[in-house]
């Protein structure tokens, strides 16, 4: 049964979110690293994966913590219907 739990529990920690924000920093630090050979234009890199980190870092807490404290299933849904409305939002928007 401890095996149950344990494997819940990395599944709960690495939710879309934080996997969004695993993806988002490795972005930032190819963009940081590249500076200097694209002439600056790495920086926008930066500039546009900053946000999405602070946004999904924020999705994450307040689903996690706030409304679905133990329910792996349920934060799972919820955090891929949020990212994908977000997603849906900004393709509208900018696309």
């Known amino acids: ?3 149950n739990s344990a494997k819940k529990d990395w599944v709960r920690i690495f939710s879309p979110a ?13 963009s940081y690293a590249e500076l200097n050979g694209s002439g600056g234009w790495s920086l926008l890199g930066i500039i546009a994966l900053a ?3 602070i946004i999904l870092l924020t999705v994450d807490v307040f689903v996690k913590l706030i409304f679905f ?3 792996t299933a349920i934060i799972w849904l919820v955090e891929i219907l949020a990212l994908g409305l977000v997603y849906l939002l900004w393709i509208s ?3």
Request: aromatic letters at 12%; glycine letters at 12%.
């Open 1 to 3: 049964m401890e095996e």
């Open 18 to 30: 934080i996997l969004g924000v695993i993806f988002s920093i490795i972005g930032i630090i190819v």
């Open 51 to 53: 946000p999405v980190v």
């Open 69 to 71: 404290r133990y329910k």
């Open 93 to 95: 928007r900018f696309g």
